[in-house]
């Protein structure tokens, strides 16, 4: 759907919850790992027994407090924790332990880049809580029991709450790729879609002019999206619903006519759920069996030495350091650190980023993806890449021989000038050799001639064959184009 | 005295120097229990095989020559919101009837380490809430002194069972007074300590920025020896401070010189019995004859303190109960028609009357659009009550007054007037709001033979200094010599 021919303004805030990569609950001790059987990952704190008390989890404060700080957010020095009370059976206590109205970070952005351009969204606030348990209920319809199970009970969640800054299905997904490739890079959250580390609720509306004024529908609080893509078509999905259903009704936002909807993937539509005004009052305050939490000025210089570089640091210094095209600097970030890595390493020894980038998009890429492997285990390390591309550039060899010969460094322990000189391409070709040979071709080849005159470009092959034909297919490709379209303008 | 009417310091010195066993002690109070407690109703629980096993091996240990904890073969009873592992830990509630928790309450933890014998489980009023021990949902447990009147509450059962020389120690909680009104109705020593002195781990909550466990005794000295057994930092209880234990039996015979003694004059207004006024005016002359000046201190928000904690605590309340839902634990109903009628069928059934009370009372008070006009408020008027509290501890050691308006009143007398129940608290509550430390011990009886409670407080981490100046009367009187004939 193209964002630019619609006929309204679209303007979502997204509420995004992350699981911290702690190796222990938010209150206790017992482990975060997913996918245990049903009730084991449990203890009398995360189930809420009568008269134990929740400790507070140094290490998922610290995690919190570095997603904030790259998101650029101000961190509260001192903070507080709040019971949120409300009654659901997978919620042992009845009550979430959350943070009210002193959040521990606030006021922050992420900066994300569309085809529209770059533009900062702005983030209202970031702050902790305890994650709920899992209630699976009976589906044959013969009215069995419900199960609750509270191995995620108690699971420490950063909630990262948007502006409304968001206008695009592309501006939705790139904050959530941004978000995800941050928080896994500063090692917050794997943020995992599908095991629900990662979840996003869409508050969605729309503006447009309507009989000389400008109106705003109702807000709708989408979701049960389970991916990036599912949160850009429920927004995309739900604009175009919302400009029409004003068109039926002709009902504006108020302050109390906000709904909650759910995301119905396969059907690709919403489904409204129920009033806000008819929700829960949640009746919070503040959580008194934890203190509060002070951070001093040696804390906060902790964490933020504990970052490292960001991705919109690292493409910012690819474009600087490497001369490398937006484009690229974007897709080698977004493999993550220990590529950057690799292709650095590789980009310094070749002494050429733009060749080292190509390859590391494209061939080492392929053939991770091809062999599922990852790059820490790739056989074909930076040092033996970077002395590959070092002869591929001095002996000019085309990317068809290239590529034979780095498959052989992957699959052999011989090194890249072995490879290279076995498959005979230690060759260099003198520019006036290939010249005759390219006449050659052009004299014997009327008809080709005559076809590329006329406009055929396909033609050039068949000029092109024998001159590689003559150098056993070695030729490099680009230079015998070259030559053979100089020949072609002066014949 | 009869062995089991003795004190603790006393009982260890006849244990120490192989003139009685554990078990023979533990078998005394066991034939007080089964004498007295069909009449009194202390006790939710006494295991006797358990009691003796552990007195056994008390014993045992002794025989051995191995060290022996601090209250080695002491029986201490406690209130039935401690929990204890494996044991049914009830809060004298339907809705944990057969609760049996998993873990043992770090109070509970520090008496096995010490050696102490777990002497049953005590009466209260259901989950802590009230002033007479006639809110528990299995019995009323009657004053030692008068079995028509009550015990006070809600650490009623804990009080009445060392009054009536049940058990010689006990171990209650105090969230507005439930440990010194009770202390102060029977005629022993109650204390609260600051909040944060003692590990709430393992005391079910009522409310828990008030809660806190502290000693109930016949004298000062076990009183303190008690105190030191408990108090400390626990990393389960992050309240709890990370403070050191002062040794307060040591220094507990050392008299307080230019001791002053603040007397708000608001503790001695209308609603004072005057029997009970001359009684507590008569305990600061003894002061006054050991050197103690008196001075008088003003604590202006007094008046407010019932109000701020009927806020508080009740808000406090109604989320800390809200676990009790019938959906993982605890009482729920047999039959219901939806999950929404699960959770109100098996509250309805599983609490008690003050109980619902409380719970819609704090329910109400942070309730969107009430929040600003109760439960805000009521913090910022708590704040002002611990600025009284601090302005006063600047002029004078310890605040002294009645730990009541009046002394214990009769079974049934105010259970069908909730506020004038409410009341009788009116003097112990600003303490449980200012984290302060409270004291209440006996200082006289009324004509009709019932006890009379002074109640000393002291600012935060001052447990020492009211120790001590509680020793100072005591040295003076012999009050806590008195027990009573059951």
Redesign the interface.
Same mark, same amino acid.
């Given at each position: 759907m193209s964002q630019t021919t619609a006929p309204y303004r679209l303007v979502v805030g997204l509420e995004v919850h992350v699981q911290l990569l702690t190796k222990s609950k938010l209150f206790c001790g017992c482990t975060t790992q997913f996918g245990l059987p049903p009730n084991t990952a449990t203890c009398?704190i995360c189930?809420? =027994? /009568?008269?134990?008390? /929740?400790? =507070?989890n140094r290490t998922a404060f610290e995690l919190g407090m570095k997603a904030a700080l790259a998101l650029n957010c101000n961190i509260a020095r001192h903070t507080k924790w709040d019971?949120k $009370?409300y009654?659901y /059976?997978d919620l042992?206590? $009845?009550?979430q332990i959350s943070q009210y109205d002193q959040p521990m970070s606030y006021e922050g952005y992420l900066e994300i880049t569309t085809e529209a351009g770059t533009k900062k969204v702005g983030i209202i606030r970031a702050h902790l809580e305890e994650d709920a348990g899992k209630m699976m209920h009976d589906e044959s319809g013969r009215g069995k029991e419900s199960m609750?199970d509270l191995n995620r009970a108690g699971t420490p969640l950063l909630e990262i709450v948007s502006h409304p800054h968001i206008s695009s299905g592309d501006e939705v997904k790139a904050y959530l790729e941004e978000i995800r490739l941050l928080l896994r890079e500063i090692g917050v959250s794997d943020c995992e879609m599908q095991e629900g580390s990662l979840r996003v609720d869409a508050n969605v509306n729309v503006n447009f002019e309507h009989e000389g004024n400008t109106v705003a529908t109702p807000i709708v609080e989408v979701k049960n999206v389970n991916s990036i893509r599912a949160v850009e078509r429920a927004v995309q999905y739900e604009a175009q619903r919302q400009f029409d259903q004003f068109h039926v009704d002709h009902i504006v936002m108020n302050p109390t006519n906000k709904v909650t909807a759910k995301w119905i993937d396969d059907q690709g539509r919403t489904e409204v759920l129920r009033r806000k005004e008819e929700a829960a009052?949640y009746?919070?305050?503040p959580e /008194?069996?934890?203190?509060t939490v002070e951070v001093d000025d040696a804390w906060l210089e902790r964490s933020k030495n504990s970052l490292g570089e960001l991705p919109s640091q690292k493409r910012e210094r690819y474009l600087k350091e490497y001369q490398l095209p937006a484009y690229d600097a974007k897709q080698l970030v977004l493999q993550g650190h220990a590529f950057c890595d690799y292709f650095e390493q590789t980009a310094k020894a070749v002494g050429d980023a733009k060749l080292a980038s190509n390859w590391c998009q494209n061939q080492v890429m392929q053939l991770m993806n091809d062999r599922g492997l990852e790059i820490k285990d790739f056989s074909v390390t930076s040092d033996r890449l970077a002395s590959l591309l070092v002869l591929i550039k001095k002996y000019n060899i085309n990317m068809a021989r290239s590529k034979d010969a780095f498959v052989q460094l992957l699959e052999t322990n011989d090194t890249a000038e072995a490879i290279i000189k076995k498959l005979g391409l230690d060759v260099t070709f003198d520019p006036a050799m290939l010249r005759d040979l390219v006449k050659k071709s052009i004299a014997g080849n009327a008809k080709a001639v005559a076809d590329v005159k006329a406009g055929k470009g396909k033609a050039i092959d068949a000029l092109m064959g024998p001159v590689m034909k003559e150098t056993k297919g070695k030729a490099p490709m680009d230079l015998v184009r070259q030559i053979l379209q100089e020949e072609l303008q002066s014949a | 005295m009869e062995l089991h009417q003795r004190t603790v310091s006393e009982l260890l010195n006849e244990m120490e120097r192989g003139a009685l066993s554990a078990v023979e002690l533990a078998r005394s109070f066991l034939n007080t229990v089964k004498a007295h407690d069909g009449r009194v109703k202390a006790f939710l629980n006494v295991n006797e095989e358990s009691i003796l096993a552990q007195a056994q091996a008390v014993d045992a240990k002794r025989q051995r020559g191995e060290k022996l904890g601090r209250l080695a073969g002491i029986p201490v009873a406690l209130k039935d919101?401690?929990?204890l592992k494996g044991e049914v830990?009830t809060?004298a509630s339907k809705i944990?009837e057969r609760?049996k928790?998993? &873990?043992t %309450?770090h109070v509970v933890e520090r008496l096995q380490q010490e050696d102490a014998i777990l002497f049953g489980k005590c009466n209260l009023d259901e989950f802590a809430m009230g002033s007479s021990t006639e809110n528990s949902a299995y019995q009323i447990t009657s004053n030692p002194w008068n079995s028509e009147y009550t015990s006070g509450g809600s650490s009623g059962g804990s009080a009445a069972a060392v009054a009536a020389s049940m058990a010689p120690l006990a171990l209650g909680s105090d969230t507005g007074g439930s440990i010194r009104q009770p202390a102060g109705f029977c005629g022993i020593v109650g204390m609260k300590p600051t909040y944060g002195r003692v590990s709430? *781990?393992?005391?079910?909550?009522f %409310?828990?920025?008030l809660d806190q466990i502290g000693p109930l005794s016949h004298d000062i000295r076990d009183t303190a020896l008690l105190l030191e057994v408990i108090a400390g930092h626990d990393?389960?209880?992050?309240?709890s401070v990370n403070r050191p234990v002062p040794k307060y039996t040591a220094s507990l015979d050392d008299p307080i010189t230019g001791l002053t003694i603040g007397v708000p004059n608001e503790f001695f207004q209308k609603g004072l019995d005057p029997e009970v006024e001359q009684t507590v005016r008569t305990a600061l002359k003894v002061y006054e004859s050991c050197g103690a000046k008196l001075k008088p201190v003003s604590l202006p928000n007094t008046e407010y303190a019932v109000s701020v904690y009927y806020i508080v605590a009740t808000?406090?309340a109604?989320?800390n109960l809200?676990? &009790?839902?019938g959906?993982?634990?605890g009482h729920r109903a047999k039959q219901f028609d939806s999950?929404?009628h699960m *959770?109100s069928r098996s509250r309805g059934q599983g609490f008690g009357n003050e109980v619902q009370r409380r719970i819609m009372l704090g329910?109400y008070a942070?309730?969107?659009g009430y &929040?600003d006009a109760y &439960?805000k408020k009521a913090l910022q008027v708590r704040r002002l009550i611990k600025n009284d509290f601090d302005a006063a501890f600047s002029q004078c050691d310890v605040v002294m007054g009645p730990v009541t308006p009046t002394a214990a009143f009769k079974i049934g007398e105010k259970s069908s007037d909730p506020l004038s129940m409410y009341l009788s608290d009116i003097y112990t509550i600003s303490c449980n709001l200012a984290g302060i430390v409270g004291m209440s011990m006996n200082c006289g009886m009324t004509k009709s033979g019932l006890p009379i409670g002074l109640q000393i407080l002291g600012k935060e981490f001052d447990e020492e200094k009211v120790l001590r100046t509680g020793r100072m009367f005591e040295k003076e009187t012999g009050w806590h010599l008195k027990r009573p004939t059951l």
């Amino acid at each position: 759907m193209s964002q630019t021919t619609a006929p309204y303004r679209l303007v979502v805030g997204l509420e995004v919850h992350v699981q911290l990569l702690t190796k222990s609950k938010l209150f206790c001790g017992c482990t975060t790992q997913f996918g245990l059987p049903p009730n084991t990952a449990t203890c009398p704190i995360c189930i809420g =027994m /009568p008269g134990v008390l /929740p400790v =507070m989890n140094r290490t998922a404060f610290e995690l919190g407090m570095k997603a904030a700080l790259a998101l650029n957010c101000n961190i509260a020095r001192h903070t507080k924790w709040d019971r949120k $009370n409300y009654y659901y /059976p997978d919620l042992p206590k $009845n009550y979430q332990i959350s943070q009210y109205d002193q959040p521990m970070s606030y006021e922050g952005y992420l900066e994300i880049t569309t085809e529209a351009g770059t533009k900062k969204v702005g983030i209202i606030r970031a702050h902790l809580e305890e994650d709920a348990g899992k209630m699976m209920h009976d589906e044959s319809g013969r009215g069995k029991e419900s199960m609750v199970d509270l191995n995620r009970a108690g699971t420490p969640l950063l909630e990262i709450v948007s502006h409304p800054h968001i206008s695009s299905g592309d501006e939705v997904k790139a904050y959530l790729e941004e978000i995800r490739l941050l928080l896994r890079e500063i090692g917050v959250s794997d943020c995992e879609m599908q095991e629900g580390s990662l979840r996003v609720d869409a508050n969605v509306n729309v503006n447009f002019e309507h009989e000389g004024n400008t109106v705003a529908t109702p807000i709708v609080e989408v979701k049960n999206v389970n991916s990036i893509r599912a949160v850009e078509r429920a927004v995309q999905y739900e604009a175009q619903r919302q400009f029409d259903q004003f068109h039926v009704d002709h009902i504006v936002m108020n302050p109390t006519n906000k709904v909650t909807a759910k995301w119905i993937d396969d059907q690709g539509r919403t489904e409204v759920l129920r009033r806000k005004e008819e929700a829960a009052d949640y009746r919070y305050f503040p959580e /008194p069996d934890l203190v509060t939490v002070e951070v001093d000025d040696a804390w906060l210089e902790r964490s933020k030495n504990s970052l490292g570089e960001l991705p919109s640091q690292k493409r910012e210094r690819y474009l600087k350091e490497y001369q490398l095209p937006a484009y690229d600097a974007k897709q080698l970030v977004l493999q993550g650190h220990a590529f950057c890595d690799y292709f650095e390493q590789t980009a310094k020894a070749v002494g050429d980023a733009k060749l080292a980038s190509n390859w590391c998009q494209n061939q080492v890429m392929q053939l991770m993806n091809d062999r599922g492997l990852e790059i820490k285990d790739f056989s074909v390390t930076s040092d033996r890449l970077a002395s590959l591309l070092v002869l591929i550039k001095k002996y000019n060899i085309n990317m068809a021989r290239s590529k034979d010969a780095f498959v052989q460094l992957l699959e052999t322990n011989d090194t890249a000038e072995a490879i290279i000189k076995k498959l005979g391409l230690d060759v260099t070709f003198d520019p006036a050799m290939l010249r005759d040979l390219v006449k050659k071709s052009i004299a014997g080849n009327a008809k080709a001639v005559a076809d590329v005159k006329a406009g055929k470009g396909k033609a050039i092959d068949a000029l092109m064959g024998p001159v590689m034909k003559e150098t056993k297919g070695k030729a490099p490709m680009d230079l015998v184009r070259q030559i053979l379209q100089e020949e072609l303008q002066s014949a | 005295m009869e062995l089991h009417q003795r004190t603790v310091s006393e009982l260890l010195n006849e244990m120490e120097r192989g003139a009685l066993s554990a078990v023979e002690l533990a078998r005394s109070f066991l034939n007080t229990v089964k004498a007295h407690d069909g009449r009194v109703k202390a006790f939710l629980n006494v295991n006797e095989e358990s009691i003796l096993a552990q007195a056994q091996a008390v014993d045992a240990k002794r025989q051995r020559g191995e060290k022996l904890g601090r209250l080695a073969g002491i029986p201490v009873a406690l209130k039935d919101n401690l929990c204890l592992k494996g044991e049914v830990t009830t809060c004298a509630s339907k809705i944990l009837e057969r609760f049996k928790p998993p &873990y043992t %309450a770090h109070v509970v933890e520090r008496l096995q380490q010490e050696d102490a014998i777990l002497f049953g489980k005590c009466n209260l009023d259901e989950f802590a809430m009230g002033s007479s021990t006639e809110n528990s949902a299995y019995q009323i447990t009657s004053n030692p002194w008068n079995s028509e009147y009550t015990s006070g509450g809600s650490s009623g059962g804990s009080a009445a069972a060392v009054a009536a020389s049940m058990a010689p120690l006990a171990l209650g909680s105090d969230t507005g007074g439930s440990i010194r009104q009770p202390a102060g109705f029977c005629g022993i020593v109650g204390m609260k300590p600051t909040y944060g002195r003692v590990s709430r *781990y393992g005391l079910v909550a009522f %409310a828990s920025s008030l809660d806190q466990i502290g000693p109930l005794s016949h004298d000062i000295r076990d009183t303190a020896l008690l105190l030191e057994v408990i108090a400390g930092h626990d990393p389960r209880d992050t309240t709890s401070v990370n403070r050191p234990v002062p040794k307060y039996t040591a220094s507990l015979d050392d008299p307080i010189t230019g001791l002053t003694i603040g007397v708000p004059n608001e503790f001695f207004q209308k609603g004072l019995d005057p029997e009970v006024e001359q009684t507590v005016r008569t305990a600061l002359k003894v002061y006054e004859s050991c050197g103690a000046k008196l001075k008088p201190v003003s604590l202006p928000n007094t008046e407010y303190a019932v109000s701020v904690y009927y806020i508080v605590a009740t808000a406090e309340a109604s989320s800390n109960l809200a676990r &009790y839902d019938g959906v993982h634990y605890g009482h729920r109903a047999k039959q219901f028609d939806s999950m929404i009628h699960m *959770y109100s069928r098996s509250r309805g059934q599983g609490f008690g009357n003050e109980v619902q009370r409380r719970i819609m009372l704090g329910t109400y008070a942070l309730s969107s659009g009430y &929040y600003d006009a109760y &439960y805000k408020k009521a913090l910022q008027v708590r704040r002002l009550i611990k600025n009284d509290f601090d302005a006063a501890f600047s002029q004078c050691d310890v605040v002294m007054g009645p730990v009541t308006p009046t002394a214990a009143f009769k079974i049934g007398e105010k259970s069908s007037d909730p506020l004038s129940m409410y009341l009788s608290d009116i003097y112990t509550i600003s303490c449980n709001l200012a984290g302060i430390v409270g004291m209440s011990m006996n200082c006289g009886m009324t004509k009709s033979g019932l006890p009379i409670g002074l109640q000393i407080l002291g600012k935060e981490f001052d447990e020492e200094k009211v120790l001590r100046t509680g020793r100072m009367f005591e040295k003076e009187t012999g009050w806590h010599l008195k027990r009573p004939t059951l």
